[in-house]
Structure formats: structure tokens, C-alpha cells
């Protein structure tokens, strides 16, 4: 899929892009993926470094609300999705999700990955979308800030948490 990107002309093998770069036409679903780079062990050790909770972006958002003089549980179990902060006086529960995990604009590269990728994302997407609207339907407000948000916008990040408080005096 061509983004941002303006479509000069097409040409038989390709379409041309501004600048004059060329990207090649694909079959439909015929995949991108390429293989893993790396041995099934050293795959093994990295997945098992990654956590699910206390990560960059959650820590960061924590800090920044912190500094604001917003007090939250966090990560209550006792509600879908388990939020990574929970303001329930307010009923209010905030989502720090990362881009690849969550699948940040999933379609566009879906078929990088090996369908074994795709299905996982895919099921993680579907087990969000789930969990937001039981959330939603039990009263709560529900606010998603997204990894590359909150590099990008940590100020912004904050204040949709705030108007999401506010919204629910």
C-alpha cells in the first residue's frame, strides 16, 4: 500500500513515486515476509526479555502523570484487558499499547510477517477491541495511547488523559 507518496505514473513492472523511486507491484496476497534472521534459540531469548508490564512507554506516561498530581492503580486485574492505569473513582481506564504488538495501522504490514505473526496480532487486535467495548459497556471511558504517540506527543498524551478525567466529573 502507498501512503505518503504521490503515484506519478504506472509503468509495466512498477509505479513510479516522487523522487523517481519505484515500488514493485505485488500479486494480491502474495507475502513480503522473508524468513527469520535468527536461529529458533537466539528468537527464543529475546521473545522471553520482552515484558508486559513496566515498559518504556508505560513508565514514562506513569512519570508524566505523576508530575501532574494524578494518583492510579495500576494494572487491576479485576477488569478486561487489565489496564495499565485505572482511575476508578473516575472510572476511567488508560491503555499504553505498543505499535507492534497492538498492530499500529496492521493491514499496511501484515504481510511482512509469517502467518504465525499475522495470527497472533491479529487474535491480540480482536482480544483489545473485546475488552474496550466490554469497558465501555460496564461504564468505563476508555482512553488508548499508542507507543509512537507518546514518543512523539508526551505532553498531548497526558492532556487526553486529563480531558478523559475531566469529561467524567
Known sequence: MIRRQTIIRKRKKGIILEGGAVEQQRPAGQRRHRGDIMSVETRSRV????????????????????????AWEAHARDL???????????????????????????????????????????????????????LRRSGWRVVRIWEHQLARDPEGSVARVKKALDATR
Open 80 to 134: 478486561p484487558g487489565r489496564p495499565d492505569f485505572v482511575f476508578r473513582d473516575r472510572r476511567v481506564a488508560v491503555f499504553v499499547d505498543g505499535d507492534f504488538w497492538h498492530g499500529w495501522r496492521f493491514p499496511v504490514w501484515r504481510d511482512k510477517l509469517s502467518e504465525a505473526w499475522e495470527t497472533k496480532i491479529e487474535a491480540t487486535r480482536l482480544r483489545d477491541c473485546r475488552n474496550f467495548r466490554r
Open 47 to 70: 521473545m522471553a526479555r520482552i515484558k508486559g508490564k513496566g515498559t518504556g512507554p508505560e513508565l514514562r506516561l506513569a512519570a508524566l502523570l505523576s508530575e501532574v498530581g494524578l
